[in-house]
């Protein structure tokens, strides 16, 4: 391979990719960048395996076509410090030459035959589904939801965002078993019933992506069990869970709540705020905080080995008195998320029972979290 490129794009087009790329010592040559010249194009491609994302961008010149394997790191870091808008890439004895005007520097490549062969060419003809959304407004959707799901790989039909469509409504939902998160989104056409699992990578590494581009509409459809979002310039495939999701719905279809607390979003966080201080390195039960009901008071308890707080607060709370010990963290999770001037809303059920937190009279963004077992 022998190219000129323009250096700011490649570096633009690199920082795409290696937001899917993670260090694998087992697997080394998918801890690097792959390009390839594709026409006048050159071709970008990084994988975890489970996640690909791939790019392109014009070359100035081809003058030899061709596929390289890099490590990215310490080229990006050299690229970022030269001075030519362009500069010449070539493939010596087994080595990349980079060149520009007043310096030249070799790396080394590994086998691009050996690079895993991923499914990057679109079949539309095999498309299952299709939607088309806001990039920002996906990417604010994941943000509202993720933090819900389990963060390890031990389970992955947890380790999840779940995406469910029903009339012209499509469905995020994510749950660690401890919590769950239900947010539902309108859409002009929805064709037909789709119910996959996404893998949180997967969102992790595009809800980064959205963040660093400019506002676009993204397409996502299914082809032979992967997922794929596109923008105009940018392809994200990514396998889908097989596994069985948990059965939420009778989770959410739960209307035994028979008493309620109402509270400013703002008010209620500054309370949070304050108690994590305390609990946050709590030995024993870790965020963990009582909160008492009384009339129309609430008073909230934090203890950790060397100091504890205590906060009181005249509230509209109806319902009979209840004491119940509540994660202030995964409180704060869901709160962060919602408009702080608006009032919101826990239902409880009792002091071993899940509590729903909604913003007041919104139906499409829920929470659900459990309890954790009170101390005497």
């Given at each position: 391979m022998k190219i000129r490129i323009?250096?700011?794009?490649?570096?633009?087009?690199?920082?795409?990719?290696?937001?899917?790329?993670?260090?694998?010592?087992?697997?080394?040559?998918?801890?690097?960048?792959?390009?390839?010249?594709?026409?006048?194009?050159?071709?970008?491609?990084?994988?975890?395996?489970?996640?690909?994302i791939t790019t392109e961008m014009q070359c100035k010149e081809i003058i030899e076509a061709g596929k390289l394997v890099f490590q990215y790191q310490l080229i990006e870091e050299y690229l970022k410090e030269l001075k030519d808008d362009t500069v010449i890439f070539s493939e010596i004895d087994g080595n990349l030459l980079i060149e520009s005007s007043d310096s030249s520097s070799e790396f080394s490549l590994m086998n691009a035959e050996d690079f895993p062969k991923i499914l990057v060419n679109e079949n539309f003809s095999e498309k299952i589904e299709e939607f088309k959304i806001n990039s920002i407004e996906l990417a604010e959707i994941f943000e509202k939801i993720k933090y819900a799901a389990s963060p390890s790989s031990d389970n992955l039909s947890i380790n999840c965002i779940r995406l469910e469509s029903e009339d012209?409504?499509?469905?995020?939902?994510?749950?660690?078993?401890?919590?769950?998160?239900?947010l539902e989104k309108e859409l002009e056409r929805i064709k037909s019933k789709i119910e996959v699992s996404i893998p949180l990578n997967t969102v992790e590494a595009l809800t980064k992506l959205l963040r660093s581009i400019e506002?676009?509409?993204?397409?996502?459809?299914?082809?032979?069990?992967?997922?794929?979002?596109?923008?105009?310039?940018?392809?994200?495939?990514?396998?889908?869970?097989?596994?069985?999701?948990?059965?939420?719905?009778?989770?959410?279809?739960?209307?035994?709540?028979n008493k309620k607390l109402t509270i400013n979003a703002e008010i209620f966080m500054k309370i949070l705020k304050r108690i994590t201080i305390f609990v946050?390195?709590?030995?024993?039960?870790?965020?963990?905080?009582?909160?008492?009901?009384?009339?129309?008071?609430?008073?909230?308890?934090?203890v950790n080995e060397v100091a504890k707080i205590n906060e009181e607060l005249v509230v509209n709370y109806e319902g009979e008195n209840m004491k119940i010990a509540l994660n202030?963290?995964?409180?704060?999770?869901?709160?962060?998320?919602?408009?702080?001037?608006?009032?919101?809303?826990?239902?409880f059920v009792a002091s071993n029972s899940s509590v729903k937190i909604k913003e007041n009279d919104v139906e499409d963004y829920l929470y659900i979290l459990m309890p954790l077992a009170l101390k005497e």
């Open positions: 323009q250096r700011i794009e490649f570096l633009k087009r690199l920082r795409i990719i290696e937001k899917t790329i993670n260090e694998n010592k087992i697997k080394p040559i998918i801890s690097c960048a792959y390009i390839e010249t594709r026409g006048d194009n050159l071709f970008f491609c990084g994988t975890n395996l489970e996640t690909t012209n409504r499509l469905k995020f939902i994510t749950t660690d078993t401890y919590r769950l998160v239900y506002s676009t509409e993204i397409t996502f459809y299914f082809i032979n069990r992967q997922i794929f979002f596109k923008t105009p310039d940018v392809l994200i495939v990514s396998r889908i869970i097989d596994m069985a999701f948990p059965n939420y719905k009778g989770i959410l279809l739960n209307n035994n709540y946050r390195n709590n030995n024993e039960t870790k965020y963990g905080a009582t909160f008492y009901f009384n009339g129309k008071e609430m008073q909230v308890h934090g202030t963290k995964f409180l704060s999770d869901f709160i962060q998320n919602l408009n702080k001037s608006k009032d919101i809303t826990l239902e």
